[in-house]
Structure formats: structure tokens, C-alpha cells
């Protein structure tokens, strides 16, 4: 398909600074590689731009879902299913609940090491950006995706794109 990206985005509203900024005390405290973080991330499909919102999982314009965007680097996304395919997959997760509390896990895991969240099919009820769109691309076959989903951060997933995908563009 030549129209599937996986996005991540750079803002700077309060949310996004509060994520940018645990995400800094986690690359010190974990000696990571250190670089501006990203604060969330989508899947573009056919010009819908689709991932998590306060009211869960939805397709939106990319207008309505990066007007407040900084910095947007997009990855191509490489599947073998066609576009029916692919639009059942997306639409399986529509309307999933977001997860408010894993931002609060993930403050917890900062300075214990510790995941205290839910885990593995109990943590699909509830998605958070770097979730859904690593569970959309685990179904649409896009191997090696990252491992426990639900306990990685936007700064992981984006090491482990630049490390098994396609830089396309940065804007």
C-alpha cells in the first residue's frame, strides 16, 4: 500500500510538554539516547489520520489531528493486505477507550522500574497511542513490531522505527 504511514508527532501543549518532559528524565535515568522526544503517534491512512483521542481509537483529518503539531516524521508502513483488509483492522479498534492511567504508570515505571499496570489481553480494553498503532500493525503484519505493547513509551517506538522502517519524510 502506498498510502500507510506510521506518524509521530512533536506539540507543545501541556500534555505534550508533560510526556516530553518524563520522557527526558527517562532517557537520564536509564542512560538512553538523548534527542527531543516525540509525544504521540498515528497511523495515516488514505489522507484519515487514525489514533487515540480523549473519546478512544477514531479516523480524523490530518487538520483535526495535527493542528497542533510541531514536528511530524513519517515512516512507510509495508503490508500485504489490501485496502478492505486494512479497513477492518483499523476499524476493529474504533471507538477503544483511551487510557488516561498509563501516563501515571508510566511515571511510576520512571522511578521504580517497574510496569504497574495492566498487561498483555487485559491491557487491550483501554490504548494509548504507541499501543493501538503497534497492535494495528502487529494485524496488518508489520514484523518485528515492539514487544509488550502496552509498556513502551513513544520514544521506544520511535528507535525501534528508525531501526525497522522507512524514514519517508519529517515536517
Same mark, same amino acid.
Given at each position: 500500500?502506498?498510502?500507510?504511514? $506510521?506518524?509521530? @508527532?512533536?506539540? *507543545?501543549?501541556?500534555?505534550?510538554?508533560?510526556? +516530553?518532559?518524563? @520522557?527526558?528524565? !527517562?532517557?537520564?535515568?536509564?542512560?538512553?539516547?538523548?534527542?527531543?522526544?516525540?509525544?504521540?503517534?498515528?497511523? =495515516?491512512?488514505?489522507?484519515?489520520?487514525?489514533?487515540?483521542?480523549? /473519546? %478512544?481509537?477514531?479516523?480524523?483529518? +490530518?487538520?483535526?489531528?495535527?493542528?497542533?503539531?510541531? +514536528? $511530524? &516524521?513519517?515512516?512507510? =508502513?509495508?503490508?500485504?493486505?489490501?485496502?478492505?483488509? &486494512?479497513?477492518?483492522? #483499523?476499524?476493529?479498534?474504533?471507538?477503544?477507550? !483511551?487510557?488516561?492511567?498509563?501516563?501515571?504508570?508510566?511515571?511510576?515505571?520512571?522511578?521504580? *522500574?517497574?510496569?504497574?499496570? /495492566?498487561? %498483555?489481553?487485559?491491557?487491550?480494553?483501554? #490504548?494509548?497511542?504507541?499501543?493501538?498503532?503497534?497492535?494495528?500493525?502487529?494485524?496488518?503484519? &508489520?514484523?518485528? *513490531? #515492539?514487544?509488550?505493547?502496552?509498556?513502551?513509551?513513544?520514544?521506544? *517506538?520511535?528507535?525501534?522505527?528508525?531501526?525497522? #522502517?522507512? $524514514?519517508?519524510?519529517?515536517?
Amino acid at each position: 500500500m502506498d498510502n500507510l504511514y $506510521l506518524v509521530y @508527532m512533536r506539540s *507543545s501543549n501541556f500534555t505534550a510538554r508533560c510526556i +516530553q518532559f518524563f @520522557m527526558r528524565l !527517562y532517557a537520564l535515568r536509564f542512560n538512553r539516547i538523548w534527542r527531543k522526544p516525540v509525544n504521540h503517534t498515528d497511523i =495515516l491512512y488514505n489522507d484519515e489520520v487514525w489514533g487515540t483521542t480523549a /473519546k %478512544g481509537f477514531l479516523p480524523r483529518t +490530518q487538520e483535526e489531528a495535527w493542528h497542533k503539531a510541531k +514536528q $511530524l &516524521i513519517f515512516f512507510k =508502513l509495508e503490508t500485504d493486505k489490501n485496502d478492505e483488509e &486494512i479497513l477492518e483492522i #483499523l476499524n476493529r479498534y474504533k471507538y477503544r477507550p !483511551y487510557d488516561f492511567k498509563n501516563f501515571w504508570d508510566f511515571i511510576v515505571k520512571l522511578f521504580t *522500574s517497574k510496569w504497574p499496570g /495492566k498487561t %498483555g489481553k487485559d491491557a487491550e480494553a483501554r #490504548l494509548y497511542c504507541i499501543e493501538a498503532v503497534h497492535m494495528v500493525m502487529d494485524e496488518l503484519g &508489520i514484523e518485528p *513490531s #515492539l514487544e509488550n505493547a502496552w509498556d513502551n513509551d513513544p520514544e521506544e *517506538s520511535l528507535t525501534w522505527a528508525l531501526h525497522n #522502517l522507512k $524514514l519517508t519524510e519529517i515536517r
